[in-house]
């Protein structure tokens, strides 16, 4: 059986770090309203869709912070489940902002909360650009842990670039589903390639509708989804990030850009700031073989 229900947010928890770890023990997943200020997150919106514009996919006559697509975006051939092209996408890994906003002092103090001790972020930061056009599907239910490994006590963060009402497709997950360990998996459409099997489960899915500042933290083996993209025309802009607590092993490509996409020095061409270019080198961390065959059983 399925059932939705509804994220209640958690932020009377930020100062009782006993009682958020105990939620996030139960539950897999903690839900923030407000969590970062709406100034650095609409000002990456407005980023985001200026790459959308650069290469027409957005609507002509439009307000481009309402980021309404334009139908020839149907033609676009997305690469790591970004919902952009290639050239798109490594214009959105340029971007310092990206990368600055997985730094907010407000999801690190979050997380050191959380974790107990020095929160590590993982600079393969990923962007999507969800234009609603037929490449671009819902991303099916999944568990971070088998694309991401190293640890499984990293908690990855979900936060839409604006508000993100349920019909605009935001992330959906499957309250204590951390709990029943790697779960098999078969092709699927969508982010990741492939879904979850889930026919037998019973299952209780949280949703809400997000505003600009929420935020969603779940562990590393939370299944989750997105909803679909029922607007028609209006792109879903988010960021997810990974974090994890310092002391913990990680993966060699954890430390990589997204997809590989670009290398670092190329990211980091236009950056005014030298404060985070190659941070995590900083960190003595135990490194970890990725075992390729998990991602795929
Ligand atoms: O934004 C999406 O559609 C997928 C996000 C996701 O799977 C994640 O944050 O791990």
């Known amino acids: 059986m399925t059932k939705s229900a509804e994220m209640q947010p958690l932020n009377h928890l930020l100062d009782n770090p006993l009682a958020l770890r105990q939620r996030a023990d139960e539950d897999g997943f903690l839900f923030f309203r407000s969590l970062v200020p709406a100034d650095p997150i609409l000002s990456l919106r407005q980023q985001f869709l200026q790459i959308c514009d650069k290469y027409g996919w957005i609507a002509p006559g439009t307000a481009l912070i309402d980021g309404i697509a334009d139908p020839s975006a149907d033609e676009i051939e997305p690469v790591q ?6 050239a798109g996408y490594q214009d959105v890994q340029r971007l310092e902002a990206f990368h600055r906003l997985s730094h907010h002092p407000a999801i690190i103090s979050m997380l050191e909360t959380l974790f107990g ?6 600079p393969r930061n990923i962007g999507r650009l969800m234009i609603p056009a037929k490449c671009n599907v819902p991303t099916p239910p999944h568990q971070d842990y088998i694309y991401i490994q190293g640890t ?4 990855s ?20 589903s951390h709990k029943w360990g790697i779960l098999p998996t078969r092709p699927a459409a969508g982010a990741g390639g492939r879904a979850v099997i889930l026919d037998d489960i019973e299952q209780e ?15 590393s083996q939370t299944i989750h989804k ?34 590989d996409v670009l290398t670092w020095e190329e990211v980091y061409e236009d950056w005014d700031s030298t404060e ?9 961390m135990s490194i970890e073989p990725f075992d390729g065959a998990l991602a795929e059983r």
């Not at 963060?157 to 204590?176: A, D, K, V």
């Not at 993209?229 to 802009?237: P, V």
Request: some cysteine.
């Open 117 to 122: 001790e020095t929160v590590f972020a993982h």
């Open 276 to 284: 985070l270019r190659y941070y995590w080198k900083d960190y003595q």
């Open 205 to 219: 899915w949280f949703e809400v509708d997000f505003e600009t500042g929420d935020a969603l933290v779940f562990h």
């Open 157 to 176: 963060l979900w936060m839409p670039l604006g508000n993100c009402p349920r019909p605009l497709g935001g992330l959906s997950t499957l309250r204590g």
């Open 226 to 259: 997105s909803l679909p993209n029922l607007t028609g025309n209006q792109i879903r802009l988010s960021v997810d990030y990974r974090y994890q607590p310092a002391s913990q092993p990680i993966v060699q490509s954890s430390n990589n850009p997204h997809g």
């Open 152 to 155: 499984n006590s990293f908690y």
């Open 81 to 86: 489940a970004s919902g952009v092209s290639m």
